[in-house]
């Protein structure tokens, strides 16, 4: 039995109103994972600042950036080297990985004088040198922060 009366919501009404909250979805979904890498991107760039701002300070005590002959001759860094040179001296604690969970990598001249740390990205792979300053849009991207400054970084709408 059917009353008159009867509130409520008809098929079409409901159908109308799923459609709506799928579309609003398909455009909200890319965004939201567009803003979650570009937020590991930037937490990233600011962990490489802080590490470089430690180093450089400790560069400022011993005049170079490495231990003595720690590295010939090679020139990376090991994780390991880099957190007893700076931890608890000149940052509480060194910070290991990037926003993807990958390692930053650090490397300095045969003769300490000069450094850069990396993080190769979202795809943890390493890309080709930049020559130049330059800015990219992908997400994969290296980030290379040298002297001071960014070599490599992103800018910029971002490609997934």
Do not use: H
């Not at 799928?22 to 600011?46: E, F, H, V, W």
């Not at 850069?116 to 330059?134: E, H, L």
């Not at 002297?147 to 997934?160: A, M």
């Amino acid at each position: 039995m059917i009353k008159k009366n009867q509130k409520g919501f008809t098929l079409i009404e409901l159908l109308i109103v799923v459609a709506i909250i799928g579309i609003l979805a398909a455009i909200a979904i890319p965004n939201l994972l567009t803003a979650m890498q570009r937020a590991k991107q930037k937490r990233s760039m600011a962990d490489m600042r802080t590490i470089a701002t430690a180093w450089e300070a400790r560069a400022t005590d011993v005049n170079k950036y490495t231990a003595a002959g720690a590295f010939l001759p090679s020139t990376t860094v090991a994780q390991a080297t880099m957190d007893t040179m700076l931890a608890p001296t000149y940052m509480k604690a060194l910070v290991k990985n990037d926003g993807w969970g990958n390692p930053f990598i650090y490397a300095t001249d045969a003769l300490g004088q000069t450094y850069s740390i990396s993080s190769y990205g979202r795809d943890g792979t390493k890309g080709a040198d930049p020559t130049a300053t330059t800015t990219t849009t992908n997400f994969d991207c290296d980030i290379i922060y040298s002297q001071g400054q960014f070599l490599q970084y992103p800018e910029g709408v971002q490609q997934q």
